[in-house]
Antibody
């Protein structure tokens, strides 16, 4: 059974960089799939942040592309997201998940972690 | 404003049927697969329907999906109070070059 678990600081100051890691168990991230980050501002809908393919190629939401970096750590079977120059608008629950190519469905999801941007 | 349009809320009585629509364009729904997600209060989204009509293992057949042209639909029959949740549709948009979601529909089982 594949499981994903997000971790990272729950509070980030404005203008700083948000960094989160997703630990994957039950599946090798270097085998297949695209590994994704999503976010959901409080009381709002889902937003795709970006993906990294098992070979390392990345795909980002154009609205966030200038600030986002997603990377793989195959030795520890996890992947990470960094979002720079954060503002209060980046306050959200951040989820990690995966999808398989052009089929574009996401399963499973991590439980999510709330990141608040505040001084 | 989401690219995919869903009704903000729907409601129905226990045991009844509800339909949630997801409207898009030829750049997204009209050109790819749609998936649906259920998000119970305080929980992470859960895959409900994939590739327009398929159900993952463990999802009851009370949940069904369909797609026609640039619109997709999620039907839920035999409503239960435990179905109260937010429901999201999602797909790829070739114009935006991004994975996108609808704004979500809150289901109330009255």
């Amino acid at each position: 059974q594949v499981q994903l678990q997000e971790s990272g600081p729950g509070l980030v100051k404005p203008s700083e960089t948000l960094s989160l890691t997703c630990a994957v168990s039950g599946y090798s991230i270097s085998s297949d799939y695209y590994w994704d980050w999503m976010r959901q501002p409080p009381g709002k809908g889902l937003e795709w942040i970006g993906s990294i393919k098992y070979g390392g190629r990345t795909y980002y939401n154009p609205s966030l592309k200038s600030r986002v970096t997603i990377s793989l750590d195959t030795s520890n079977n996890n992947f990470s997201v960094r979002l720079s120059s954060v503002t209060a608008a980046d306050t959200a629950v951040y989820y990690c998940t995966r999808h398989k190519g052009e089929l574009n469905w996401f399963d499973p999801w991590g439980q999510g972690t709330l990141v608040t941007v505040s001084s | 404003q989401s690219v995919l349009t869903q009704p903000p809320s729907v409601s129905a009585a226990p045991g009844q049927k509800v339909t949630i629509s997801c409207s898009g364009t030829s750049f997204n729904i009209g050109n790819g697969y749609v998936s649906w997600y259920q998000q119970l209060p305080g929980a992470a989204p859960k895959l409900l329907i994939y590739e327009n009509i398929k159900r993952p293992s463990g999802i009851p057949d009370r949940f069904s999906g369909s797609k026609s042209g640039t619109s997709a639909t999620l039907d839920i029959t035999g409503l239960q109070t435990g179905d109260e949740a937010d429901y999201y549709c999602g797909t790829w948009d070739s114009s935006l070059t991004a994975l996108i979601f609808g704004g979500g529909t809150k289901l109330a089982v009255l």
